[in-house]
Nanobody
Framework: QVQLVESGGGSVQAGDSLRLSCTASGRTFSSYCMGWFRQPPGKEREFVTAISRGGGRTSYADSVKGRFTISRDNAKNTVYLQMNSLKPEDTAVYYC???????????????????WGQGTQVTVSS
């Protein structure tokens, strides 16, 4: 099992940037893929982005492609989500998640992830 703690959320204006961080503990960080999901108010949780164990491969939802960047620092047990050109529709609770399956590779469905952080609120006003 992995414990995940997100940080970096907040309230910003449209066009601003934020960087979210998620620090993991409990298992060798470089042994599993990581993902970010978000849940807008009144909607279901949705995939945002995922990154491979070594950080060399990534996947993005179309809605964030070109604006968001996922990265990881395995020495710091941390995955990051750099969010640029934020839009009001990016408003959501953002969750990081760990995919512990040894055969996992950039899964996009939430049920394929094993452990989740508590979430951090991102609010973008126009």
């Amino acid at each position: 099992q992995v414990q995940l703690v997100e940080s970096g959320g907040g309230s910003v204006q449209a066009g601003d940037s934020l960087r979210l961080s998620c620090t993991a503990s409990g298992r060798t960080f470089s042994s599993y893929c990581m993902g970010w999901f978000r849940q807008p108010p009144g909607k279901e949780r949705e995939f945002v982005t995922a990154i491979s164990r070594g950080g060399g491969r990534t996947s993005y939802a179309d809605s964030v492609k070109g604006r968001f960047t996922i990265s990881r620092d395995n020495a710091k047990n941390t995955v990051y989500l750099q969010m640029n050109s934020l839009k009001p529709e990016d408003t959501a609770v953002y969750y990081c998640a760990a995919d512990l399956n040894v055969n996992a590779f950039l899964h996009v469905r939430s049920f394929e992830y094993d452990d989740w952080g508590q979430g951090t609120q991102v609010t973008v006003s126009s």
